[in-house]
Every structure is written in C-alpha cells, then in structure tokens.
C-alpha cells in the first residue's frame, strides 16, 4: 500500500525567506506526483505536476523536484510572501493504481510580513 | 471555464437524513472523482468515473454511501442515511484523458450531520 509523508507538518517563516517542503512516499513505482496549495475552507489549487520521467517542473517561484528512486520530492519556494501562506499536499499515482491519488497530511505554511 | 462546480456549499442535517451532493466537471473532462476530507483520515479517494462509468470504488466506505453520473457534466454523491461520522468535506474533481493525470478540484461540501 503506498504511503505519503510531509515533513514537517507545520512550518513559520518570515517573509522573504526560502524554504522546502518535503514529501516522501514508500512505493517508487509512481505515474506521476502532484503538489496542490489549500486555502483554509477552500479547495484544492494544482501547483506542479512531474512525471515519473522527470527530474523537476518549474512555475514562478515555485520549483518541484522528484527523486523517484529515493521516493522523495521537494517543493521549493523562493522569496516567500504572505500570500503563499496556506497548506501545500502532495500527491502520487502509481503506476497500477489507475487514476487513484494518494495524498500526504499537508505542510502548513504560515509566512509572517 | 467555470472550473469544478459543487453544491451545497454547506450542508447540515439530522442523523438518519438523505443526503446529495452534486457535482458539475469541467467540459470536456471525462474523468469524475469524488474525495472525502476529514482531520482524522485526510484526503481519501471514494469513487471515480471514467465516461460516466464507475472505475473503483473501493474508497467508499459503506452501502449508505452511492455515486452516479448519469452524463457526462453531472454527478451525485448519496448518502442515506447520514450519520454524525460522516460529517466531513467533499470534493469533486475532474480530469482530461491526456493530461497525465493532472487533477482539478471543485470548492468542496462541508457537510455537518448532527
């Protein structure tokens, strides 16, 4: 059964700083990885998604790596704002598993001005 | 496009109610998947569809629990009856066949079964 972990599961930091979340996974045979933004009481916001293929997938200021062998990906966020505060999930398909998306519990992120 | 639509957006109901949550995917899109959000449990997969037909449900949790899609821009999420353990958030979200599997939500249900 696969297995998704986010470290740390809250995290504080002042604005301007750049930080990484990380997600984990125990099953390497993965389709994809998905990484989303939640806002509280709102939905779910797709950031990057990587193939198995791949190594990273850049948009702005965010940049997704993925290390499918070690079963680790990162989300790293440059010069973080106020507004990118929220929780950031990460979620895998494996390669058998069709469509289903496995999530991890969230990283909280709160940027402070 | 409008991207996912749901509704309620708020739900509260008795113990023993039927409920039904609605859902509306992006055009075009002919994958449906309905998820379920609680503290305890996370996001959980219930059922998806492709082309309105049900893939796996092997995510829905009892018979008191129902999904259909009857074409392919609406579906329906029953519950009956309600019980206060299945208060939670659902979410519908949709996918295209070639998107790599590229996932878009709807707002979600909060849903309160007192």
């Known amino acids: 059964k696969q297995e998704v972990t986010q470290i740390p599961a809250a995290l504080s930091v002042p604005e301007g700083e750049n930080l990484v979340l990380n997600c984990s996974f125990t099953?390497?045979?993965?389709?994809?990885l998905q990484w989303f933004r939640q806002d509280p009481g709102k939905g779910l916001t797709s950031l990057l998604l990587?193939?198995?293929?791949?190594r990273e997938q850049t948009s702005g200021r965010l940049n997704a790596s993925l290390d499918k062998s070690s079963g680790r990906s990162t989300l790293y966020i440059a010069a973080s704002q106020p507004g990118d505060s929220a929780t950031y999930l990460c979620a895998v398909v494996r390669e058998t598993s069709g469509s289903r998306l496995t999530f991890g519990e969230g990283t909280q992120l709160t940027v402070n001005p | 496009d409008a991207g996912v639509i749901q509704s309620p957006r708020h739900e509260v109901t008795e113990m023993g109610q039927e409920v039904t949550l609605r859902c509306k995917p992006i055009?075009?899109?002919?994958?449906l998947f309905w998820y379920r959000q609680t503290m305890m449990r996370g996001l959980e997969l219930l059922i998806y569809f492709n082309n309105n037909v049900p893939i796996d449900d092997s995510g829905m949790p009892e018979d008191r629990f129902s999904a259909k899609m009857p074409n392919a821009s609406f579906s329906t999420l029953k519950i009956q009856p309600s019980e206060p353990r299945d208060s939670a958030v659902y979410f519908c979200?949709?996918?295209?066949?070639?998107?790599?599997?590229?996932?878009?939500f709807g707002p979600g249900t909060r849903l309160t079964v007192l």
């Open positions: 055009s075009g899109h002919d994958y």
């Open positions: 990587i193939q198995s293929s791949q």
């Open positions: 979200a949709s996918r295209n066949r070639g998107a790599y599997n590229e996932q878009f």
């Open positions: 099953d390497s045979a993965i389709y994809n």
